[in-house]
């Protein structure tokens, strides 16, 4: 089985797609960080992130070393990773990886922003997981102030609706919904709520 997940910054794709992995013992890939991990790569050598040629040679370069960094996770890297992500050389030399991961056999659960449409479009679920701007911005400011950060919800705020702006414009894959995607909004939800959404979901649909 095959789960495809997508959807905007914050919403709350990582946690729930790795609950399902452990759920249905199947691998989790989070695409996310083939793009971090790009954006970094690019940072540090000091290559223009506007560079489709120089950028789509990173990627056709990327080890499993390159994911491994610990420095993927915040949001600096999301800001780089949404950068290097509009280009359609950086996006091409990432589709047979990706698509090797989904063919496991037993399946795989990835996530991202174009699983469900460019990756995966015969995906057995396609889960589209979305919430408001607003409930995102908080959920990311309440977890940055938790780990102690200094953080304003205003600029988080005006992030990610830049950053959704940046990913759902851009002319190759932007973040939309598969027609077959099952939409989970959990504004209105929490953890626990979005993960029991979504295993209705998948059970009604394989
Ligand atoms: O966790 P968060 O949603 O903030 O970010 P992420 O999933 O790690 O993705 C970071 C950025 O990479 C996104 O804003 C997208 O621009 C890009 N991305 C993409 O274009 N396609 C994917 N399949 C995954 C990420």
Same mark, same amino acid.
């Given at each position: 089985?095959?789960?495809?997940? !997508? ?36 940072? !540090? ?93 908080? +959920? ?8 102690? +950060?200094?953080? !304003?919800?205003? +600029?988080?705020?005006?992030?990610? +609706?830049?950053? #959704? ?19 989970? !909004? ?5 953890? #626990? ?9 998948? #059970?009604?649909?394989?």
């Amino acid at each position: 089985m095959i789960i495809a997940i !997508d959807g905007p910054a914050a919403a709350g794709k990582g946690t729930l797609a790795e609950r399902l992995a452990a759920h249905y013992g199947l691998p989790y890939l989070d695409t996310g960080l083939l793009y971090r991990a790009i954006g970094r790569l690019a940072h !540090d050598r000091g290559i223009d992130l506007d560079d489709a040629a120089a950028t789509g040679a990173i990627a056709r370069a990327l080890t499993s070393g390159d994911l491994a960094r610990d420095d993927l996770r915040g949001r600096e890297a999301g800001e780089l990773a949404s950068r290097v992500a509009v280009h359609p050389p950086v996006r091409a030399a990432l589709v047979d990886f990706q698509r090797d991961f989904a063919a496991r056999p037993g399946g795989a659960v990835l996530d991202g922003r174009d699983i469900g449409t460019v990756i995966c479009p015969g995906a057995d679920v396609k889960l589209f997981v979305t919430a408001s701007a607003e409930v995102r911005a908080r +959920r990311r400011t309440d977890e940055l102030a938790a780990k102690g +950060r200094d953080v !304003d919800y205003a +600029r988080i705020l005006a992030e990610v +609706r830049e950053r #959704d702006e940046r990913d759902s414009t851009r002319a190759t894959a932007p973040l939309r919904p598969a027609a077959d995607a099952v939409i989970i !909004d959990t504004s209105g939800l929490d953890r #626990d709520g979005a993960f029991a959404a979504a295993v209705a979901a998948i #059970d009604a649909r394989r």
